[in-house]
């Protein structure tokens, strides 16, 4: 399948390669199936979420985060699906991250998060972010990667956040 103009494929930086997930993959994580590029503490929780919200060919949903130092997935990020008009109606879409313990306290997030956003950017598109209260590290990857509107809390207490439209 072609990926839509603007959809955030190919995304790398210095240190990380996000790699969208695929049929294979998605199978291994619903199926408990350890690969030899997982660092040992992924899959987490939040990453086997992701898995529910994967749909193949989809270049919005769930990606690895990869070490290019490592050679290991040490994480997950991706958007909870492609755009949709927001009630004001500009295109808007969620993001979800996450590593494994040790790879946190890096800046790994951050670049992972603020590498998938220029996508977003390039693409028109306005990212929010819902956050546990609680979750001081993804609140401040998120303070860093510019979401600065609060618009309340969803059904799961989390803060709701958006990052204006670049």
Same mark, same amino acid.
């Given at each position: 399948?072609?990926?839509?103009?603007?959809?955030?494929?190919?995304?790398?930086?210095?240190? #990380?390669?996000?790699?969208?997930?695929?049929?294979?993959?998605?199978?291994?994580?619903?199926?408990?199936?350890?690969?030899? *590029?997982?660092?040992?503490d992924?899959?987490?929780?939040? *990453?086997?979420?992701?898995?529910? #919200?994967?749909?193949?060919? /989809?270049?919005?949903?769930?990606?690895?985060?990869?070490? &290019?130092?490592?050679? #290991?997935?040490?994480?997950?990020?991706?958007?909870?699906?492609?755009?949709?008009?927001?009630?004001?109606?500009?295109p808007?879409?969620?993001?979800?991250?996450?590593?494994?313990?040790?790879?946190?306290g890096?800046?790994?997030?951050?670049?992972?998060?603020?590498?998938? &956003?220029?996508?977003?950017?390039?693409?028109?598109?306005?990212?929010?972010?819902?956050?546990?209260? /609680?979750?001081?590290?993804?609140?401040?990857?998120?303070?860093?990667?510019?979401?600065?509107?609060?618009?309340?809390?969803?059904? *799961?207490?989390?803060?709701?956040?958006?990052?204006?439209?670049?």
């Open positions: 399948m072609t990926e839509p103009a603007g959809a955030p494929v190919g995304v790398t930086t210095a240190r #990380l390669a996000l790699v969208l997930w695929d049929a294979a993959t998605v199978t291994a994580l619903r199926a408990g199936e350890r690969q030899p *590029d997982w660092h040992p992924f899959p987490r929780e939040d *990453d086997l979420g992701a898995a529910s #919200l994967w749909r193949d060919g /989809d270049p919005w949903g769930p990606r690895s985060i990869v070490s &290019l130092k490592q050679r #290991l997935v040490i994480g997950s990020i991706g958007f909870f699906g492609p755009p949709e008009p927001a009630d004001d109606g500009v808007e879409v969620e993001v979800g991250y996450g590593l494994v313990a040790p790879a946190r890096y800046g790994l997030a951050t670049e992972a998060l603020g590498a998938l &956003l220029e996508r977003a950017d390039a693409a028109g598109v306005r990212v929010r972010a819902s956050i546990a209260p /609680d979750n001081a590290a993804s609140l401040r990857v998120a303070a860093k990667a510019g979401f600065t509107g609060v618009r309340g809390a969803n059904e *799961d207490g989390e803060m709701v956040l958006v990052r204006p439209l670049r």
